[in-house]
T-cell receptor
């Protein structure tokens, strides 16, 4: 079984540029999460999807961040425009439902210069 | 809100010795506690969880954790450490606050196992 697939693995962009991350969860997993992990810290939830519905986006900075999961399968997370403080690892995770354990992807390391 | 604390930024232990990585929790209601491990440039891997039942939980790679309600702790342990156990370890709690459902992580503990 393929795990949670994220791309790209690394991204370096200049500030004020847009950037997008992609996640393909484990097949059949209805719940998808995006987390952000700053250097030296634990991951923090940005948004949770149940199928195609964003059921918890309270931690998503909506002025510059957006996410979608149109068909309830893969998902994209976008930042526009990026700021220096957005440099972090962006982790995607999925689970069968919100009560099951998570499987994390390898993450996308974003560096904003 | 639910939270966990990992008081040690780094733990050093010699290979073959027992290891303990500490975690304390603060929750309202019953705690759902987890341990994850993160190797360099990798995502988080699930080690074990406590939902209910026996206070000693066994997980992957020979790790176990002891749930202690009176001390509000959930320390990760392994009887004999390996150099390959060197990684970043995170304690986490399932947080249902405000109708949400997420894992709230601690700040992580870097484990270094030396020969």
């Amino acid at each position: 079984e393929a795990g949670v697939v994220q791309s790209p693995r690394y991204k370096i962009i200049e500030k004020k540029q847009p950037v997008a991350f992609w996640c393909n969860p484990i097949s059949g997993h209805n719940t998808l999460y995006w987390y952000r992990q700053n250097l030296g810290q634990g991951p923090e939830l940005l948004i949770r999807y149940e199928n195609e519905e964003a059921v918890d986006d309270s931690q998503l900075p909506k002025d510059r961040f957006s996410a979608e999961r149109l068909k309830g399968v893969d998902s994209t997370l976008k930042i526009q425009p990026a700021e220096l403080g957005d440099s972090a690892v962006y982790l995607c995770a999925s689970s069968l439902n919100s009560l099951h354990g998570y499987t994390f992807g390898s993450g996308t390391r974003l560096t904003v210069v | 809100a639910q939270s966990v604390a990992q008081p040690e930024d780094q733990v050093n232990v010699a290979e073959g010795n027992p290891l303990t990585v500490k975690c304390t929790y603060s929750v309202s209601g019953n705690p759902y506690l987890f341990w994850y491990v993160q190797y360099p440039n990798r995502g988080l891997q699930f080690l074990l969880k406590y939902i209910t039942g026996d206070n000693l939980v066994k997980g992957s790679y020979g790790f176990e954790a002891e749930f202690n309600k009176s001390q509000t702790s959930f320390h990760l342990k392994k009887p004999s450490a390996l150099v390959s156990d060197s990684a970043l370890y995170f304690c986490a709690v399932r947080d249902f606050t405000g109708g949400g459902n997420k894992l709230t992580f601690g700040t992580g503990t870097q484990l270094k196992v030396e020969l």
